[in-house]
């Protein structure tokens, strides 16, 4: 059972153009949201977050927005470079008992940004 | 600031043999987590230490087991690999046990299974 869900295994855009990367979740008991990026042959890099309690978060090109209501939550990126070419997971905090807690990812989406 | 670092990188093991896979946090950093990044299933959580402790453990079979120093490095164990342990390897660390905060990751040790 994916609880979360990049259904977009793809992307392409033009250079300065914005890109919109969508996840969707099932679990209401997430309590904080992160967008990770990944380069081959390197470990997921932090990009922007967002706590439940929020529905924007802004960050220089990145913006994260959440709709509760709907379970979604979208990573926009203005003006794309050649340079955000990778793959983008989203995450969710699954928090445990103890304080403990654990991310929950979406399989991923390749962001291709053509010059 | 150095940042999380794995070891090995990659690893060659063949199925019924055990392997251990090394990680540093982030100096200051006393909580690491381990995830397996597959091309079939994504990045799963295995489980979190803080403090020397498990606290938090994902649905993996016993076979998967790991442990935290004192100084907060930690390792995790694979016994018997079976060919589908073939995976990408990540180790993360955060500063607080406690409420939501990112998570930073290594590079990850590549294992392979023959």
């Known amino acids: 059972d994916q609880q979360v869900k990049q259904n977009s295994p793809s992307l392409s855009v033009q250079e300065g153009r914005i890109s919109i990367l969508n996840c969707d979740y099932t679990?209401?008991?997430?309590?904080?949201f992160l967008w990770y990026k990944k380069y081959p042959a390197e470990g997921p890099t932090f990009l922007i977050s967002?706590?439940?309690?929020?529905d924007k978060n802004e960050d220089g090109r990145f913006t994260v927005f959440l709709n509760k209501s709907a379970k979604h939550l979208s990573l926009h990126i203005v003006p794309s470079q050649p340079g955000d070419s990778a793959v983008y997971f989203c995450a969710a905090s699954d928090p445990a008992q103890g304080g403990s807690e654990k991310l929950v990812f979406g399989k991923g989406t390749k962001l291709t940004v053509n010059p | 600031k150095a940042g999380v670092t794995q070891t090995p990188r990659y690893l060659i093991k063949t199925r019924g043999q055990q392997v251990t896979l090394s990680c540093s946090p982030i100096?200051?950093?006393?909580?690491v987590s381990w995830y397996q990044q597959t091309p079939g299933q994504g990045l799963q959580f295995l489980f979190e230490?803080?403090?020397?402790?498990?606290?938090n453990k994902g649905n993996f079979p016993g076979r998967f087991s790991g442990r935290q120093f004192s100084n907060s490095r930690s390792e995790m164990n694979v016994s018997t690999l079976e060919l589908g342990d073939s995976a990408l390897y990540l180790c993360?660390?955060?500063?607080?046990?406690?409420?939501?905060?990112?998570?930073?990751f290594g590079p990850g040790t590549r294992l392979t299974v023959l």
């Open positions: 679990n209401s008991m997430f309590d904080y």
């Open positions: 230490y803080f403090s020397e402790t498990q606290r």
């Open positions: 967002i706590s439940s309690i929020k």
């Open positions: 993360a660390s955060r500063y607080l046990a406690g409420g939501p905060n990112e998570q930073f």
């Open positions: 100096s200051g950093h006393r909580s």
